[in-house]
Each structure stands twice: as structure tokens, then as C-alpha cells.
């Protein structure tokens, strides 16, 4: 399985106006899927189909969308691929969708019908034999992170939003962080030859 960063997850902040995040989108393709991981928000659906389109990648050639959780600015791009089958935690569909308000629940709900293929996975799945599911449901009860094995890069530690910036890790490494989420997130660390983060450049974890 290889592996690319399509795009670096970030936030477009205008001060006093609207504060949106979009998460770094990682492409994975082995001899019989093309994947992508958190597919990101309606910030950077134009970058995302440049760079897909870039690799001679249609819409309908993606097989498969992974989600460390069900948040827009993660998932909200998994509207524009009919095909994909869509793998989450099993806890997403706990949640009341139409609770988080008159427009946003509208948004889940149209992302939720807009799923034909939905593949839910628990803490310890291994997906397509390479990609490690480790339940982290400090950020959200569906949370996961990933620990990929790959062929190009070696293995990445995707930890998602509970460690989603180089400050976040920086925190935990110098210690300021002692707490479950820090533990977890150094230990997988220690294994990782990359660390990609949701909302930041990705680094080469600290040894």
C-alpha cells in the first residue's frame, strides 16, 4: 500500500466573521483500492479535485473513505463520491445528527443519505490488512486513529483530532501533557516513521 498527503489540513480564519477548519486528506492505493482519509470540508473541495484530477483520479474511481470521525470539516467532501464505501466507527450512529442545529443538523443528515455503502469498523480492525484502527474517543464518541503500514513511507500514526497540530505533539513530548490522550498518542508515536496531523504539516516523530 502506498501512501500521499493530498492536501495539509489547516483553518481559514477571518476574525469576527468565521473561524473553518479543513483536515488534511491522505490518498492510499493498493492493487484493488484507491482510499482516501478524511476527505475534508467545502473549503477545499476545488483543491481537492485539482489534486485528484492532477493524478488522473475521477470521483468514481475511489473505492473507499475512511474517517477518524464524523465532523464536517472531515467528512463533509465524502457527498461528491458516489462509489466510496464509507468506513467509521460503529458509535456514529449514536448520535442525534439533528440536535447540532437547524442548518448544521440539516448538513449531517444530507452527508448521512448521501452514504449507499457504509462499513463499520471497532477498535482493533485491521482494514485491507495494512491500516490499524485504534478507538481514541477523546475528541468524539465514533474517534479513531489510524496506524498505517505502508510500502513508500514506512508506518504513519495518524492520531487525528486528539493530537491534530506539531504544538499539540510538542506539548505532550516536553511533558506539559501527562494525561491518557498524551500517553497514547507518544506511544504509537514511538513506532511511527511519520506523524500526520489533521490540522497541521505532518512531522518525523521525535525519538
Aim: glycine share 6%.
Amino acid at each position: 500500500m502506498k501512501a500521499e498527503i493530498l492536501l495539509v489540513g489547516g483553518t481559514v480564519d477571518v476574525p469576527g466573521v468565521f473561524n473553518a477548519p479543513y483536515s488534511t486528506v491522505v490518498y492510499l492505493e493498493d492493487e484493488e483500492h484507491k482510499i482516501l482519509i478524511d476527505p475534508g470540508s467545502f473549503v477545499v473541495h476545488k483543491v481537492l479535485e485539482d489534486r485528484l484530477r492532477e493524478k488522473g483520479i475521477r470521483v468514481e474511481d475511489v473505492s473507499d473513505i475512511l474517517l477518524t470521525h464524523f465532523h464536517l470539516d472531515h467528512a463533509f467532501n465524502t457527498i461528491f463520491f458516489p462509489n466510496a464505501t464509507i468506513h467509521l466507527h460503529h458509535a456514529y450512529s449514536e448520535k442525534n445528527y439533528e440536535r447540532f442545529g437547524e442548518i448544521v443538523g440539516k448538513l449531517y443528515t444530507m452527508v448521512l443519505k448521501s452514504w449507499t455503502k457504509i462499513a463499520p469498523f471497532d477498535d482493533g480492525d485491521v482494514i485491507f490488512g495494512k491500516i490499524n484502527v485504534l478507538y481514541s474517543p477523546w475528541h468524539a464518541r465514533e474517534h479513531v486513529s489510524f496506524f498505517i503500514e505502508t510500502d513508500n513511507v514506512g508506518k504513519i500514526f495518524l492520531p487525528g483530532d486528539i493530537c491534530f497540530t506539531r504544538l499539540n505533539y510538542y506539548e505532550m513530548v516536553k511533558g506539559y501533557r501527562s494525561d491518557d490522550v498524551a500517553k497514547f498518542v507518544l506511544e504509537n508515536a514511538e513506532k511511527a516513521d511519520l506523524l500526520v496531523f489533521t490540522h497541521d504539516e505532518p512531522l518525523v516523530p521525535f525519538s
